[in-house]
C-alpha cells in the first residue's frame, strides 16, 4: 500500500527546533521528488519546501527560507524537515507529499500538527 | 510570486447541481495548474493536473479548462461528498502557490 506518515509535530515554544519526518512505504522512495506543505489553522494549503530525487536541488518558499532545512535518507526511505526558529505563525499541519511536479502532488501523507507556543 | 484568485470563496449548492470554480493567475501559468480536493481532517486529494487531466481514480463529474491566467474546474451533479474545500496551485516558477480556496458546501 502506498502511503506516507508523518511524524515528530508537537509542542514547542518560539524560538525552538524541531524536526519532521515522512516515512515512505509501497514505492521505490528514492526515485520520487518530494515536498512539504502546510497548512495553519483556518487557513489555506501552504507550499514550503521541495527536493528532487537524489537530493541534487531543494526550493524553498520565502516564508521559511534559511529557518528550515528539506533533507531526505533514501535508505531509511524517509523524508525530513528540520524546522529551526519557529515562530508563532508556523503552527500548522505539516504535509509531506509525493511530488510528480507538472503532474501533481499525488499522495499525502495525513500530517503531524505543529504547534509554537509559550 | 505567482498570486492565484479563487473565486467565489464560498458556493452553496445542493447535490445534484454543478459547482463552477474560478482560479486566477496574476501572470501566465500556461497549463501548468493542479486543482485538490480538501475535506475536513483528511489529506488534500489530488483532482486535476495540467489543466484538464484528471487524476487516477477521479470520478468524469470532475473536470477542469483553462489556460494562462484563467481556470476553471467544474463539478457536475454534486454527490455529498464533494461538498469540501478546492484549491488550485500553480507548477510554472519557484515558489510554488495555492489560491486561497474555494468552500463548496451544501444548501
Known amino acids: 500500500q502506498v502511503q506516507l506518515v508523518e511524524s515528530g509535530g508537537g509542542l514547542v515554544e518560539p524560538g525552538a527546533p524541531l524536526r519532521l519526518s515522512c516515512e515512505a512505504s509501497?514505492?521505490?522512495?528514492?526515485?520520487?521528488?518530494m515536498t512539504w506543505m502546510r497548512q495553519a489553522p483556518g487557513k489555506g494549503l501552504e507550499w514550503l519546501s521541495y527536493?528532487?530525487?537524489?537530493?541534487?536541488?531543494?526550493e524553498y518558499a520565502d516564508s521559511v527560507q534559511g529557518r528550515f532545512t528539506i533533507s531526505r535518507d533514501d535508505a531509511k526511505k524517509s523524508l525530513y524537515l528540520q524546522m529551526n526558529s519557529l515562530r508563532v505563525e508556523d503552527t500548522a499541519v505539516y504535509y509531506c507529499?509525493?511530488?510528480?511536479?507538472?503532474?501533481?502532488?499525488?499522495?499525502w501523507g495525513r500530517g503531524t500538527m505543529v504547534t509554537v507556543s509559550s | 510570486e505567482i498570486v492565484l484568485s479563487q473565486s467565489p470563496a464560498t458556493l452553496s449548492l445542493s447535490p445534484g447541481e454543478t459547482a463552477t470554480l474560478s482560479c486566477r493567475a496574476s501572470?501566465?501559468?500556461?497549463?501548468?495548474l493542479t486543482w485538490y480536493q480538501k475535506r475536513p481532517g483528511q489529506a488534500p486529494r489530488l483532482l486535476i493536473f495540467?489543466?484538464?487531466n484528471r487524476a487516477t481514480g477521479v470520478p468524469a463529474r470532475f473536470s477542469g479548462s483553462g489556460s494562462g491566467t484563467d481556470f476553471t474546474l467544474t463539478i457536475s451533479s454534486l454527490e455529498p461528498e464533494d461538498f469540501a474545500l478546492y484549491y488550485c496551485?500553480?507548477?510554472?516558477?519557484?515558489?510554488?502557490?495555492f489560491g486561497g480556496g474555494t468552500n463548496v458546501e451544501i444548501k
Open positions: 509501497g514505492f521505490t522512495f528514492s526515485d520520487y521528488h
Open positions: 507529499a509525493r511530488d510528480l511536479m507538472a503532474r501533481g502532488f499525488d499522495i
Open positions: 527536493i528532487t530525487a537524489r537530493s541534487s536541488q531543494t
Open positions: 496551485q500553480q507548477r510554472r516558477n519557484w515558489p510554488l502557490t
Open positions: 495540467g489543466a484538464s
Open positions: 501572470q501566465s501559468v500556461g497549463t501548468f
